[in-house]
């Protein structure tokens, strides 16, 4: 019961947990965190540049595909790895996640950004949860890669893993939604049509995600690596990948 100014007025209970999971989730996948998701494009400016996406459906195309072949089968493969992983101390663990992620980065852009996003995410959590920050630093071997950054700031909520993948898939498609509007061009309408079109595929890729183990994991997308390739060599360039 709460009195205000003589008013009696009876509050319900809320499932703070499960707010607190939400809002935690839609704060680490917001392209607004200042780990730098904004300045790279994951080859959509290369693919803009040869000629292969010239609108918002092939924008659109290019990144379901890009979300079934490349994120669902491996970062995201990784991240529903590496949460139960952090939450159980299993450093041996985590650190294999992580050799993976490094190894199978097919060119030096996509290496970079994978590296430079995970340092700045960890910079962040000095910020915000220091003894997270310190649980990266104290792993030995390279810094942390981008999914294992992620899924330690996740592994501190409690959010469900399923649903940590879905907010992470989600943030990579705004900030790819981004990157198209800004290489193709486009305008706000057609980059709304195109996360239409990613949320949609989102769940089925999170759920394909979720069912591979340490086999069935890949990093195979031929196309992609070889556009990224030419977009280190790049005339003009509005983005780092």
Same mark, same amino acid.
């Given at each position: 019961?709460?009195?205000?100014? %003589? ?5 319900? $209970? ?16 917001? @392209?607004? =965190?200042?780990? %730098? ?12 540049? &040869?000629?292969? /996406? ?19 089968? %491996? ?7 590496? *949460?139960?992983?952090? +939450? ?5 663990? *985590? ?5 993976? /992620? ?37 792993? @030995?071997? @390279? ?9 330690? $700031? ?25 990157? #198209? ?7 706000? !309408? ?11 595929? *989102? ?7 979720? &069912? =591979? %183990?340490? #086999?069935?994991? &890949? ?5 992609? $690596? *070889?556009? !990224? #390739? +030419?977009?280190?060599? &790049?005339?003009?360039? =509005?983005? +780092?990948?």
């Amino acid at each position: 019961m709460v009195t205000i100014t %003589g008013t009696t007025m009876t509050t319900a $209970a809320t499932n703070t947990t499960t707010d607190t999971a939400l809002l935690q989730l839609i704060w680490l996948a917001s @392209p607004a =965190l200042p780990v %730098g998701g904004f300045s790279y494009s994951e080859g959509m400016e290369s693919a803009v540049d &040869q000629g292969l /996406v010239k609108d918002d459906a092939q924008a659109a195309d290019w990144l379901a595909d890009q979300l079934h072949t490349s994120l669902a089968r %491996g970062e995201l493969a990784v991240l529903a790895q590496a *949460i139960p992983a952090w +939450r159980a101390g299993d450093t041996a663990r *985590i650190a294999a996640l992580n050799d993976w /992620v490094l190894h199978t980065r097919e060119t030096s852009e996509l290496l970079q950004q994978t590296t430079q996003m995970g340092r700045s995410l960890v910079e962040w959590l000095k910020t915000v949860r220091p003894e997270l920050a310190q649980s990266a630093q104290a792993l @030995p071997g @390279p810094t942390l890669t981008y999914p294992l950054a992620f899924a330690l $700031a996740a592994s501190a909520t409690p959010a469900t893993v399923r649903d940590t993948l879905l907010a992470f898939a989600f943030g990579w498609a705004e900030n790819m939604m981004q990157a #198209a509007l800004k290489s193709v061009p486009l305008g706000q !309408s057609a980059g709304q049509r195109i996360l239409v079109r990613l949320a949609a595929e *989102i769940p089925a890729a999170v759920d394909h995600a979720l &069912q =591979l %183990g340490d #086999a069935d994991r &890949q990093a195979f997308s031929p196309m992609l $690596a *070889i556009l !990224s #390739a +030419r977009h280190e060599t &790049q005339y003009s360039r =509005l983005f +780092r990948s």
